[in-house]
């Protein structure tokens, strides 16, 4: 008993003399979760219902296939659900739903998961990830995003912070300069676009930047995130429901796209990211789905100093698009050079056109590309790489591009059968295709090699190397 009392007292006594160990926040090796609750008018998901570490997350809901497109005979499984919350440490996210969760995949395999009914499912998150919860493939899933704790939030009277605290604002456009940054609190949603033009800029913050209330192409501007400058970066926002492309850096160098979470698809030409005659482009921890392309690489302005793309990253990043590519190299691309190009640790959960488009035209060099560390869900589709210097109608100057110094490392596409086709053609002796190697890529468990029946080379295809040596 004395013992007892002797310690209930030494605890009382650590408490007044170190309160900050007793209080509510959870010391260093517990979870802790960041939730912030929506803004009152925003129409909720009553799909699901998360909570994460006893902390309800509001579900958002994201649409797909506005008109004109809903009659089109396009089908992307109907509109979708989203939530954001913030973590550290390990955390156990319970997910209820009215529907069966009983076959419910989640992609990537990023978290552990157990089923504990048909209607429950118990997801551990070991560390940040952005995940698609699928309880029947692409109909109306869940993407959960699990950020890491927000650091560096600004002070919202500081001089150049453009601030929007929790609720709906109809903002339209939001113009920003150079020192300026653009501060989007958790449970904001603003609509409207965002033009930073200058040099040091910041967008950040963990609210949802919306377009939903514009048609096809009918924004307040060419399209959502328009960087102009030098040292840009956009962190950690939700860009939902874009009318046109969603990030473009033209004639810009050293921007970072960081924790950008795209939930799209509900118009075309709502590419993810388009780097535009830039250099220095890195994306990274990001979950991008898109109708049009996730990644398209362009080179359309030939009046600035430094019309080339150049050093571009894109990795550590899920990846899904309705309609079109994973990623396009050399459509509308009148720069010289695309080069340095290096994609890597990526999941592509879901694709319908070719994963891998490289096709430049108009002369210009694509080269120097390197694709590493890529897990693909197939799900049955006819093509998986093309590289083809090529002619099209977007381009002013009628003339294929080259190809030169390509490599594909430890790619790996499972799932559904499929053609799955490797395609490698030059336009002719000078517009060729060359010095291109496949290192351990993986189709549905068989290495590809010379003889695989998915690899197709046509004319003008030199240097062409396997792992195998041969």
């Not at 009392?5 to 802790?32: R, Y």
């Not at 803004?39 to 296939?65: F, H, M, N, Q």
């Not at 328009?226 to 473009?248: H, K, L, M, Y």
Request: proline residues 4%; charged residues 25%.
């Amino acid at each position: 008993m004395r013992f007892l009392i002797f310690q209930t007292l030494s605890v009382a006594i650590l408490c007044f003399v170190l309160p900050e160990k007793c209080s509510s926040e959870p010391v260093s090796g517990m979870a802790k979760v960041v939730v912030a609750r929506a803004p009152e008018g925003e129409v909720l998901s009553t799909d699901y219902e998360v909570i994460a570490e006893g902390k309800k997350v509001d579900v958002y809901t994201s649409r797909v296939l506005d008109a004109p497109f809903a009659d089109k005979g396009f089908d992307y499984g109907g509109n979708y659900s989203f939530a954001n919350f913030d973590m550290d440490g390990k955390v156990t996210v319970k997910i209820t739903s009215k529907r069966s969760l009983a076959s419910t995949i989640v992609r990537p395999e990023a978290v552990k998961i157990v089923h504990p009914d048909e209607h429950t499912l118990l997801l551990t998150f070991e560390r940040p990830a952005k995940v698609s919860v699928e309880p029947d493939g692409k109909k109306s899933p869940l993407l959960l995003f699990a950020n890491p704790l927000e650091v560096d939030r600004p002070d919202r009277n500081a001089s150049g912070v453009v601030f929007f605290g929790p609720g709906i604002h109809k903002s339209t456009r939001i113009t920003l300069g150079s020192g300026q940054t653009l501060y989007l609190a958790d449970g904001a949603v603003v609509k409207g676009v965002v033009i930073a033009h200058g040099n040091n800029i910041r967008i950040t913050g963990r609210g949802i930047l919306d377009g939903s209330d514009w048609g096809w192409g009918k924004g307040p501007n060419g399209n959502m995130v328009d960087i102009c400058g030098t040292n840009v970066e956009v962190s950690g926002i939700t860009i939902r429901g874009a009318f046109s492309w969603t990030i473009v850096p033209r004639n810009s160098s050293h921007v970072t796209i960081r924790n950008v979470k795209l939930c799209g698809s509900r118009v075309q030409n709502d590419d993810g990211i388009d780097p535009c005659n830039s250099q220095d482009v890195l994306m990274t921890d990001c979950f991008f789905r898109t109708d049009d392309d996730c990644v398209a690489l362009k080179g359309l302005d030939l009046a600035v100093p430094n019309n080339n793309v150049e050093r571009i990253t894109i990795e550590n990043s899920v990846l899904w698009c309705d309609r079109a590519r994973i990623f396009l190299l050399g459509h509308e691309s009148r720069a010289a050079f695309m080069r340095q190009i290096n994609i890597r640790n990526l999941d592509v959960i879901h694709f319908t056109m070719t994963c891998f488009l490289f096709e430049p035209g108009e002369d210009m060099h694509l080269e120097q590309v390197n694709v590493q560390d890529i897990r693909i869900n197939g799900e049955g589709q006819r093509e998986f790489i093309r590289l083809k210097p090529t002619i099209n109608q977007y381009m002013h100057k009628q003339t294929p591009g080259y190809i030169s110094d390509v490599a594909f490392k430890n790619i790996a596409i499972s799932g559904k059968a499929g053609e799955y086709l490797v395609q490698l053609q030059g336009a002719n002796a000078e517009h060729n295709v060359q010095n291109v190697r496949f290192d351990n890529v993986m189709i549905l468990g068989q290495p590809l090699t010379r003889e695989s029946k998915q690899l197709q080379v046509g004319n003008e295809v030199q240097n062409l190397k396997f792992e195998d040596k041969k």
